[in-house]
Each structure stands twice: as C-alpha cells, then as structure tokens.
C-alpha cells in the first residue's frame, strides 16, 4: 500500500484530476488541509474511511497517522488544495516518508493562480506582452531569499501571481510599484471556482482600496502584469503564415 498525495484543485470540487478522485474513492485514511481544501472532495469517499482535517494536526501526527495505517496495509490519501507542489509543505512528508521505507505518489492538482486565469478569463503568456508568468508571495512569518523580494522580481515586468498576500495588499502594491509603471493592471480573485468567488480588477494605483472595499483577506490570488488587458501579437501556432511541425502555412511563407 502507498500514500498518495493529492493536489484536491483550487475548490470546485469538479476540479480534482480523475486519477485523484479515484484514489479518494478508494481511499480507507484520508487526511486533508482543511482550511483550503473543499470538504466536497471527500464527498466520493468510503462510508468506512477514516477522515481527518491536517488544519489542527502536527508534521508528527500527520506521518504518525500515516504510518499506522501503512502497517495496517491500508491506503492512505494525502488531500492538499490546488497542486501540492506549490506552498503545499509536502517535501517534508516525502522526505519522512523516504526515511520510513513507506512508497508513496504524488498526484498533481490544479493550482489556484491557474484557476485565477480561468476566473479572468486571460492568458498569461501573451506573445509581445510576457513570455513568463512568476509565481511567488510577499514576505511573511516565513521568510523569501532576498534575491526574490517582490521589487527584485517586479524589474522583469512579466505576469506574476503573488499568493498568500492579500491581506498585505498595500505592502504588496508599494514593492511592485518600484517597477511596474503606477497604471499597470492587477486583480485579485478570491476563492476561485468557489461558488462564493469574487474578483476585484483595478491598477496598482486603486486595487489596494477596492480589495479592502470588498472585504478580501484571505484566500485570494494577486495578479499583476499587462496581459491583464492590453494589445498583444496572436499567436504563430494558429497564425495560417506560419508553418509547424502538425501544420503546413497556407499561404507558402514561413
Ligand atoms: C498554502 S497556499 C496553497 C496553494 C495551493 N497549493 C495551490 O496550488 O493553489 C494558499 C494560498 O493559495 C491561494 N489560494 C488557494 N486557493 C485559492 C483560490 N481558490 N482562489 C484564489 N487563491 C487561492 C491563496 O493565495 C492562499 O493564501
């Protein structure tokens, strides 16, 4: 038996990868962070597994509860929000895992700055504008290596999604505006794909007041860069001119 860790998707439970929900079916101890995860993950689950919400739970009682049910050749899922490689603090259960001799898998999930871009219904990689999207966070009880202090990253002007932030939106705003010129769009969505999402759109010079008008301070994603709304290239791979390795350019240049 392994342990499997699932990335459960930003929270519409629809959102969860096939292979994921498949192991939550069949899963006898689930052990999911409560405080992002969506219960109606586990709504698939056996009426006989063993459930827990990590939320309250230690790194030691996690493996500890891990562990015992291994022994007990049971299958054990691992339930994180969006994808568990981002912010998901799994390295540290892997590692421990790895130590044990327990096997173990990790499932991918959809992260929540991808369910941003779907929420906005925008592209972060638009041809001219950016060609690469950051993903980082501000600062907090856990420290950024300075090389990545949000003024440092903000010099390249590309399409960042800046988590676990919002409720240091002007602190957020004022590192950004070191770089990013003062009319630069940015939104932020809350829990997106929730039924309960909202979405604020503004530029670095109004967002800080418009979030803390919509009462946002948690569970949101900061987006910042031009793709939000300007004149961009289309696309080569579609452009008909243009020649690839699945099409051929109908009209013979390229
Ligand atoms: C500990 S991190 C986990 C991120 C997660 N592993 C992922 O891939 O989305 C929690 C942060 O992710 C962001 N987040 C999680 N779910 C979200 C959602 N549905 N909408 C917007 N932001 C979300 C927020 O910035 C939140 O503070």
Same mark, same amino acid.
């Not at 519409?12 to 990868?17: A, F, K």
């Not at 300075?146 to 705003?173: G, P, Q, T, Y």
């Not at 939000?228 to 390229?254: A, C, I, P, Q, V």
């Given at each position: 038996? @392994?342990?499997?860790?699932?990335? &459960? ?12 929900? +498949?192991?939550? +079916? ?18 698939? &689950? ?22 015992? &049910?291994?022994?007990?050749? +049971?299958?054990? /899922? ?5 994808? !568990? ?16 001799? $327990? ?7 959809? *992260?929540?700055?991808? &369910? ?13 504008? #950016?060609?690469?999207? $950051? ?9 950024? !290596? ?12 590309? #399409? ?11 602190? =957020?705003? @004022?590192?950004? /505006?070191?770089?990013?010129?003062? +009319?630069?769009?940015?939104?932020? =969505?809350? @829990? ?27 569970? /949101? ?12 290239? @289309? ?13 051929? *350019?109908?009209?013979? #240049?390229?």
């Amino acid at each position: 038996m @392994k342990v499997y860790f699932i990335g &459960a998707g930003p929270g519409d439970p629809e959102l969860i990868t096939v292979k994921g929900q +498949k192991i939550i +079916k069949k899963a006898d101890l689930i052990i999911y962070a409560g405080s992002l995860v969506n219960p109606a993950v586990l709504d698939v &689950a056996k009426n006989n597994s063993e459930i827990y919400d990590s939320a309250a739970m230690t790194l030691e009682e996690v493996l500890e509860k891990m562990e015992a &049910a291994i022994a007990d050749g +049971k299958l054990v /899922a691992r339930v994180h929000t969006g994808d !568990p490689s981002i912010y998901g603090a799994i390295q540290e259960q892997m590692d421990a895992l790895e130590e044990k001799g $327990i096997d173990y898998e990790v499932i991918p999930g959809v *992260s929540s700055f991808l &369910a941003t871009a779907a929420a906005l219904k925008r592209e972060y990689t638009l041809p001219d504008v #950016s060609q690469t999207v $950051i993903v980082t966070r501000l600062e907090g009880r856990t420290s950024v !290596p300075d090389k990545e202090k949000l003024h440092k990253l903000a010099k390249h002007n590309a #399409s960042m999604a800046i988590f676990l932030s919002v409720h240091m939106i002007e602190d =957020v705003v @004022k590192e950004l /505006a070191q770089e990013y010129p003062i +009319k630069t769009p940015v939104a932020v =969505v809350q @829990k997106a794909s929730w039924f309960d999402e909202k979405k604020v759109v503004g530029t670095l010079e109004t967002i800080a007041a418009k979030v803390k008008e919509a009462e946002i301070n948690k569970t /949101a994603m900061v987006v910042v860069g031009d793709f939000l709304d300007t004149e961009y290239s @289309k696309s080569k791979l579609y452009d008909k001119d243009f020649s690839h390795e699945y099409r051929k *350019s109908k009209t013979g #240049s390229n």
